[in-house]
């Protein structure tokens, strides 16, 4: 989409993404933030925001957690080896044991990267070295990251459009459908089968549940490492440490990233067999034949202990299934009433809300007006609400505009869940009682959103 420009009001606009601040400006979202704690974050202007989008469930421990703001000053203040390449690094064994300990299965080593797009590319690279294959198979709708070989695993034109050709041997299966993915798999051309366990950017969709166990069976039958990308859904998110451990099936790698280091260091890992290590590092020569600068840095591996270190004293995993499940039952209750509401929907902590078209006529004129302009019109002037009006931020999945996320940090209190209930409620009837919520938009179209 282009849109009319606004002149440059900082250094990020002039050198960064002039485009981004016009977007945020635009839908009144620009807002400068000048502390973050929890779920609560706090404006300049004396605002109090409540967190339900977690940067995209980057923030399972909450904002700036004192426990892991301590420990990265306390690994500063000790002036120990950072980065220095030539070293074994002790932080990143401990780390990874203890990685390997939580996500069980088979898992014994562990690349460290530096975002889950890396852990992508790793997890293509291991698992054509480990099976000398090329292909690669990934769900259709799925989200793996925005670098070329992660992006080929992605079918979403919006992401490629302009960035092509893609990697070549990457092929798309249906998500949720085994027969698909085994008529595929018996070619014996594909080294992988990558996915998401639950489809997070597609729309929070949860494929049948005997699938996985499906897929691990189709996939050691044709010799094809199973890939779960486990960026969001991973570090106790759902529930248990990962959403694998619902299916109760032992996937040959998981990719980690976002809130490993409690948002605060960029960091994530890939987790893997023993067997595929030693097919990538077979050998002394090859010891460092995958590696980064920034993998296994110490602010890093520290943050990601002390991450640990509170996921498990605050009990968050049972904590995000227990008032992950109250929130979707009260949001349920609370939009039951309205036409628009398709479905409440998630598992642990990551819920979204989706709507669909309106069977009255009143509304269904303004709601097909309002996708004529954009796919993402309508989801996102629900967003621009419940920032502006409730103090409630949100966002919609990136391949679903029609679902809105719900993921705040697992460390959520029940008033605060409240205050999202009461709020969505409020917006929610908003949308369906007037046609100010309709009429918004379309000012906002005349301001110069040229779609
Ligand atoms: C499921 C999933 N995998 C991979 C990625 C890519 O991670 P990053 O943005 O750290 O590269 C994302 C990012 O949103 C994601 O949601």
Not at 307 to 334: I, K, M, N, Y
């Amino acid at each position: 989409m282009s849109t009319v420009s606004v002149p440059a009001t900082s250094s990020y606009s002039e050198y960064v993404n002039p485009r981004w601040e016009e977007l945020l400006n635009l839908l009144g979202m620009n807002v400068r933030y000048e502390r973050c704690l929890g779920v609560e974050l706090f404006t300049d202007d004396g605002r109090r925001i409540l967190d339900f989008l977690s940067g995209f469930c980057v923030h399972n421990t909450g904002h700036n957690h004192p426990a892991i703001v301590r420990a990265i000053k306390e690994e500063l203040d000790r002036s120990g080896p950072a980065m220095l390449q030539t070293d074994v690094p002790e932080l990143a064994g401990e780390l990874a044991r203890r990685l390997c300990a939580l996500a069980g299965g088979g898992l014994s080593k562990v690349y460290f990267s530096s975002s889950g797009s890396e852990g992508a590319e790793t997890a293509i690279k291991f698992s054509r070295a480990s099976t000398g294959r090329a292909g690669v198979l990934y769900a259709e709708g799925g989200f793996h990251g925005l670098t070329c070989g992660a992006l080929s695993l992605m079918t979403d034109p919006f992401w490629r459009g302009g960035f092509g050709p893609m990697l070549p041997g990457t092929e798309a299966v249906p998500f949720g459908d085994l027969a698909a993915l085994e008529e595929k798999l018996s070619t014996r051309r594909f080294a992988a089968f990558i996915t998401e366990p639950i489809q997070a950017e597609a729309g929070m969709r949860i494929p049948p549940p005997d699938y996985f166990a499906g897929v691990e069976l189709a996939c050691k039958r044709s010799g094809t490492l199973f890939v779960l990308d486990e960026v969001q859904t991973g570090m106790f998110r759902t529930g248990p440490f990962l959403a694998a451990h619902h299916y109760g099936v032992r996937p040959d790698m998981v990719i980690l990233a976002k809130a490993l280091s409690g948002g605060l260091i960029p960091s994530g890992a890939l987790l893997m067999s023993e067997a595929i290590y030693d097919a990538v590092y077979s050998s002394v020569q090859r010891a460092i034949v995958h590696t980064s600068t920034f993998s296994e840095n110490g602010l890093a591996m520290r943050a990601g202990l002390a991450t640990l270190d509170v996921l498990e004293a605050e009990a968050l995993g049972p904590r995000a299934a227990r008032a992950g499940a109250e929130l979707r039952r009260q949001l349920s209750d609370a939009l039951a009433e309205f036409e628009m509401v398709r479905e409440v929907r998630g598992i642990g902590m990551l819920s979204g809300i989706e709507f669909a078209a309106p069977r009255g006529l009143a509304l269904r004129v303004s709601f097909e007006a309002f996708r004529k302009i954009h796919p993402a019109m309508f989801g996102q002037c629900l967003v621009m609400r419940l920032f502006r009006d409730q103090g409630i931020l949100t966002q919609i999945c990136g391949n679903n505009f029609l679902v809105l996320k719900v993921a705040p940090p697992l460390v959520l209190s029940d008033e605060q869940a409240a205050e999202f209930v009461a709020a969505a409620r409020e917006t929610v009837a908003f949308v369906h009682s007037s046609g100010g919520f309709w009429s918004e938009a379309l000012q906002l179209v005349r301001r110069g959103i040229n779609i």
